[in-house]
């Protein structure tokens, strides 16, 4: 069952860029980054393959922050470790995606 909530989870990821990307705010983006339309196009395949993974990724590691163990007492260090467990399984991978 922890596998299909974490698809679940990355497949919404996905889904959300997927319309923020296109519907919502493609045209800006496009204007903004000067991507054309034929480069937006190309290797869509494996840029989205990808992305994909990385969202899976993402949702794993969200999965195992929140999961890992229930601390009696939350302390200074508690609070370090999860810091950095957020930037790794979540800030790094979403700026690869970006």
Do not use: R
């Not at 195992?64 to 939350?74: F, G, T």
């Not at 370090?80 to 467990?85: K, P, S």
Request: charge should be negative.
């Amino acid at each position: 069952m922890e596998m299909f909530e974490i698809l679940i989870a990355a497949l919404a990821l996905f889904l959300l860029g997927f319309a923020w990307y296109t519907a919502l705010f493609g045209k800006a983006w496009q204007i903004e980054t000067g991507v054309i339309d034929e480069k937006a196009q190309s290797g869509m395949l494996i840029n989205h393959g990808l992305s994909f993974l990385i969202m899976c990724t993402i949702a794993c590691g969200i999965n195992i922050i929140v999961n890992l163990y229930a601390p009696e007492e939350p302390t200074f260090i508690y609070g370090v470790f999860h810091g950095l467990m957020f930037a790794v399984f979540y800030a790094v991978l979403a700026m690869v995606i970006h």
